[in-house]
């Protein structure tokens, strides 16, 4: 996933000179299509785990979880024209993306703002150095919440 992550956040010289992807210059597309195949596998595994389990008859350990209630929506799907394995890996690897993606993002922005407006940095570190004192933190934190 990290490998996904840290391409999907380079720069790729043929997307700007396309003229010489065919050069392969930086190795990226390669690695692209190495760690492609890595996630395709894993997912493949989940999946494929996840369908011996129901077809054994075993009952999940804890409630179904997303890849459970993939399976059973797509068994009873009249698809002619796409494979169900397809969209449920393409469906897990858009979510799974997608979750760490958005929240890297959401916290860069957040710190980039703040540092660029030193007055809301003051606020909210004095919010953070005094939140223990506050009321409204205590009915929003669980005290046996551990934050570290």
Partial sequence: MEQSSLLSGSFV??????????????????????????????????????????????????SPDFMDIMLSILENAQLTTYDPDTIIKATCLILIQAGTDTTAVALTWALSLL?????????LIKLVYNMGTLEIAHAVVPLNLPLY
């Fill in 13 to 62: 010289l043929s997307d700007s000179l396309p003229f010489l992807k065919w050069l392969d210059l930086q190795g990226l597309e390669s690695s692209m299509r190495k760690t492609a195949d890595e996630l395709d596998m894993l997912v493949d595994r989940w999946v494929q785990e996840h369908r011996g389990r129901r077809a054994s008859g075993e009952a999940p350990s804890t």
């Fill in 115 to 123: 540092l660029n407006n030193r007055d809301w940095l003051k606020k």
